[in-house]
């Protein structure tokens, strides 16, 4: 097996940015941020998401109006599961490495803490996020820790024909498949190549705490710039096989259907959901005497800067604040607005990566022409109203 070059993000990599003016939270070791001052009053939008129609699967979401930190609390982390939520006892588990490797692996959970530890500050999002009018909330930012994944399979020693990396949680549930029921356990997988990652992590805690029950205890995967749905809870199995597994979540769900022009020619592409998508969004409106500011948020890829539009001026330039220069993690950004006319106005965002990629506006075609709604990750537009 060859050793997998080092992302450029791992390159890109930046202790966290020690930002004036935050207040923090004192943990044994590290240091945790989780409140930024609170400045003025928030001015609600006028577009609000809609009920959420399925709470035992969209547990919780971020609300964007009350994002005061750059560090989503754990309580407050959005959850997302597809099946039961499992109960499993730090003791009696146990994760398995089998399939093809010269060295079958169990682990405990000491066994993980034993080795290597590794930390990654990396936010999450669903990548039904924003795609749906009552999921707009399905984003956080933590610091996770484990230990990295790649050295394990090195030791376990992928064979010749091992292609792919399938991670499999504890949860299971019913599926049909042509007019078959079955029981499936949640699992996903990867190319080993992708894998292999350095950066790729088996995760027992979230901000210095062990991982909530509802966000994948006591082990998970966090695969930085990966959206959720790779980023597997209750991890219990890994096992490599020698073509693609094709279970639910590979091959049914979580796949972006798009129609596509070629050569005058209608074609329909299908990929699983896989890297996160430049993206940004305005969080929040505040008023601090006359003058108002609007506050936001851009991540899936590294953020050399961010615009913004109000009603139909000409893009500015926002502030990026907290989290600039991070591989993983979201960045905040500010835009001083002065006092605005009364009335309605429209806020949009656009990120820009150092790669100079632009966020796409919602009529690209890449996006006008994806049916189906993951991986949304067009230019968000809100409403206010200033009195
Ligand atoms: N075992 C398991 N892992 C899972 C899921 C699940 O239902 N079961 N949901 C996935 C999806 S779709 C997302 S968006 C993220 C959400 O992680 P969180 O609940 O910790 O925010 O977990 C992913 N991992
Ligand atoms: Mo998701």
Redesign the pocket.
């Known amino acids: 097996m060859t050793p997998m070059p080092i992302s450029r993000r791992t390159l890109l990599q930046q202790g966290s940015a020690a930002v004036a003016g935050l207040s923090v939270l004192r943990v044994a070791g590290p240091t945790y941020a989780f409140q930024t001052p609170v400045t003025g009053e928030v001015i609600p939008w006028l577009d609000q998401p809609e009920p959420n129609p399925a709470p035992e699967a969209i547990v919780r979401q971020l609300a964007w109006e009350q994002l005061d930190s750059w560090i989503t609390p754990n309580d407050q982390?959005?959850?997302?599961?597809?099946?039961n939520e499992p109960q499993l006892n730090e003791n009696d588990w146990r994760l398995d490495i089998s399939g093809l490797v010269d060295q079958p692996m169990t682990l405990t959970l000491d066994d993980l803490k034993a080795r290597e530890r590794q930390e990654v500050t990396f936010t999450?999002e669903?990548?039904g996020n924003t795609g749906l009018p009552f999921f707009w909330g399905?984003i956080?930012n933590a610091t996770w820790a484990g230990t990295p994944l790649a050295p394990l399979l090195a030791e376990a020693g992928v064979q010749e024909e091992g292609r792919e990396v399938v991670f499999w949680?504890?949860?299971a549930g019913e599926q049909m498949w042509r007019e078959m029921t079955i029981t499936e356990q949640?699992a996903r997988s990867m190319a080993l190549q992708d894998a292999m990652n350095p950066d790729n992590l088996l995760v027992y805690e979230m901000n210095g705490e062990p991982l909530p029950n509802?966000?994948?205890f006591p082990v998970?995967l966090i695969l930085p710039g990966w959206?959720?749905?790779a980023?597997?809870?209750?991890l219990t199995r890994i096992e490599i096989l020698d073509r693609a597994y094709q279970g639910n979540f590979m091959a049914r769900d979580?796949v972006s259907i798009r129609e596509e022009e070629r050569d005058g020619e209608t074609v329909w592409t299908f990929t699983s959901v896989g890297p996160n998508r430049l993206k940004s969004a305005p969080a929040k409106v505040t008023k601090q005497g006359d003058a108002y500011q609007i506050m936001g948020a851009a991540w899936g890829d590294p953020i050399a800067g961010v615009e913004v539009q109000i009603d139909e001026e000409p893009w500015q330039p926002a502030t990026l604040t907290e989290g600039a220069g991070e591989a993983f993690a979201w960045t905040f950004w500010t835009l001083d607005w002065g006092t605005p006319s009364s009335g309605e106005h429209t806020i949009s965002s656009r990120a820009i990566a150092e790669n100079g990629e632009v966020q796409p506006a919602p009529d690209d075609p890449l996006l006008a022409g994806k049916t189906t709604y993951w991986e949304s990750n067009g230019q968000i537009t809100r409403r206010v109203q200033i009195s």
């Open positions: 982390f959005f959850v997302i599961k597809h099946f999450l669903c990548s399905g956080g949680g504890a949860d949640f509802l966000n994948g998970r959206y959720g749905i980023n597997v809870k209750w979580y």
